[in-house]
């Protein structure tokens, strides 16, 4: 092996240079439940290649209109919710259904381009 990382898009899945992906929470934990199921640490960079951007663009779109519009139906719910009855236990409930909306958004999860190491560095 030569000690140069892989790189792969996500996209495609193909080994392919691209602008690199950020290390967010979600790609950390993700990783993080492969090691420990696996026990394989791959440690490859994800990056989106030129000819995926459009797509990717696209579904980063989708994921966040997605976001906004699950935290809206959760708030909405919750409001009713405490309009109904203002209790700690509805209030729990509210908080929950909150919460819930807005992970749903994540089984469509499209990570943030790391915008700053294509340019070769931050400012």
């Known amino acids: 092996m030569d000690g140069r990382q892989k790189t792969y898009c996500i996209v495609c899945g193909n080994e392919k240079k691209g602008i690199g992906i ?10 993080w439940i492969k090691t420990k199921i696996t026990g394989a640490k791959s440690n490859n960079k994800l990056v989106v290649c030129r000819d995926c951007y459009k797509k990717y663009s696209a579904s ?6 997605r976001k906004r519009l699950y935290l809206a139906l959760g708030l ?3 409001v009713l919710i405490l309009i109904a009855k203002m209790t700690v236990i509805s209030l729990a409930f509210a908080i929950f259904m909150v919460v819930l909306l ?4 994540f089984f469509n999860y499209v990570p943030d381009l790391d915008v700053d190491s294509a340019r070769g560095g931050g400012r």
């Open 22 to 31: 950020r290390n967010d929470r979600v790609i950390e934990g993700i990783r």
């Open 60 to 65: 980063k779109k989708r994921f966040d209109s």
């Open 76 to 78: 909405i719910f919750a």
């Open 102 to 105: 807005y992970l749903f958004a």
